[in-house]
């Protein structure tokens, strides 16, 4: 059974960094892609980052650009997400979720998130940023 495990959530102030982990275990697939998403308090789920396995490609949110970089490490099966200079409204639950197969990552950053597009979820990290 595949599954998505996060770690590195905290509480930090405006301007610092945070690096979110999202741990593989059972993933023997050829394709896949692994998406972060952030969901704060009364707003909807989005997406933030996406990244996509083998070749490596890579789509960010505008509200991130420059300042969130996603990567993935092979021999750790594990999936980063550097979160460099955040502010406030980056505060929400930050989940990892997978899509196995051929997927688009575009999707990701450019159309409401719908959770059965992905096959796994990862049970979400709170990430809170102090003014």
């Known amino acids: 059974e595949a599954q998505l495990v996060e770690s590195g959530g905290g509480l930090v102030q405006a301007g610092r960094s945070l690096r979110l982990s999202c741990t593989l275990s059972?993933?023997?697939?050829?394709?896949?892609?692994i998406g972060w998403f952030r969901q704060a308090p009364g707003k909807e789920r989005e997406g933030v980052s996406c990244i996509r396995f083998p070749d490596g490609s890579t789509v960010y949110a505008d509200s991130v650009k420059g300042r969130f970089t996603i990567s993935m490490d092979n021999a750790q099966n594990t999936v980063y997400l550097q979160m460099n200079s955040l502010k406030p409204e980056d505060t929400a639950v930050y989940y990892c979720a997978a899509a196995v197969g051929i997927f688009d990552i575009r999707v990701v950053t450019t159309t409401p998130v719908q959770i059965n597009m992905y096959d796994y979820w990862g049970q979400g990290t709170q990430v809170t940023v102090s003014s």
């Open positions: 059972g993933f023997w697939f050829d394709n896949y892609a």
